[in-house]
């Protein structure tokens, strides 16, 4: 399986094994979307690279395609960055020809639970046979051998050139942009309006790129309500660079800064926390958001870096990384990294109710963030099947169904008969699932677990299964 490293070790690696290729010239990279990661062993995930062609300079058959790739493996939990010197999904010589790519295709959409379905195929189909097929250079061969190298020397050679002209790191920002595109669906425009939408536009209006004064916005409402989602296309439209932390109890403050990485042989590199990335970010001038999901499922101890932090001074944010900068006296000062407001958009969410796992933040650092409340009632819910159920080539009549098995479930809870009512993820997730427009209510039946209370002894409680199971057959038999 091909090694990945995250960013901050990838950029080490990649100016550690950089060698110049004098009689090559590079040809300016082209992003490309694949179906898979070239030699994975894992499921199928959704590939970004950033593709070059190598041309010989007196040789026209010497020719290379050297992608550096941005994936995510099932066994790790964030993308992380790779490279591949030729590719057969590219080259169009990939086992089974076209109905092959268009197969693998189908599958990574499904694996990788892509938003924007049609957008998403249309990218990786039309990255199929982009490139004429590369000569053979030992590139398998050299990394099997050595699986902590560059595999050839035209990898090494790309990596030459991206350091001598200093783009490296705009590289790998341009594809974390890139590789985030299928995922938060299709590109919307600022004049676009629907219920899905009101959410994106109050961020727009309060925490917008545009804004010289804003505050951190708290999104709260119930779960599978979009909120995520709103934040993830705010910042995949807006703004330059979206840096996401998903929230936890486990996290600590080394989770939200960084800190020092061991590379083997006695080095260290300093590695950005998402925190730390994003104040970074808008300091260099980069319009950033800092999207902290689930921010009140983070411990109060640990949160407490946001409180003097998100407390903007002479129209700066401050954030103590904790790293170390030599002062070249055998002492050292603490980095101090200061983000212009202008730059830098800061956005949380957290569900709402009594049936979290929150710890809510003290008065003074509540008053941190402008509260907007967001629980849209059924027109949103509406919205988001008829769109997912439009992308699947299914009906109105089973997004109908569906809305009456939540509402069915409502007078339930209503009536303490069910422990929770499906959202409007578990309702979207019927319709993804389903093989067919038929199919739908046998996976609808399928979320009833997650709807009824159990016992002391951890069985369902009977009552309860047996009033949703009603609520069930009553939506769908109709």
Partial sequence: MILTRNKAVFLAFLNERASALTD?????????????????????????????????????????????????????PEPEFHFVCGDSFLSGTNAGGASAATERIEKAIVHAGLAGRAAAKKLMQDCHGRFPADSGCGFWKGLKNTPDGPGCKHVQGLFAKLVADGEAEKVLGDLEAAYARPFGGRKRRAKESDEADSLIKELRRLAGPTRSFKVPILVEGPKGFGKTVAGRVFGDTDFEHCIEVAGSAGLEQFDFLGGNLALGGGNYVWMDGPVTEAFRLAAAGKKTLLLIDEVYRVPRRERSLFLTALSPHKGCYRLRTGRPLPRGDGTASMEFISAPVENLSVIGTTNSGDDYDVEADDPAAYERWLVLLHDPGVPFVESILKKTAKERGFSDKIVAKLLKFRANCEKLKADRNCKDVPSPRLLARAILLADSESDVSDVAEMLIPALIGRAPDGRAIKEQREAVEMAHSKAFTA
């Fill in 24 to 76: 090559y010239r590079i040809e300016a990279g082209t992003v490309i979307f694949l179906p898979f990661c070239e030699g994975a062993s894992t499921q199928p995930v959704l590939t970004c690279g950033m593709s070059f062609e190598m041309l010989h300079d007196t040789d026209p058959k010497k020719r290379h395609t050297v992608t550096i790739m941005l994936s995510r493996l099932n066994d790790t």
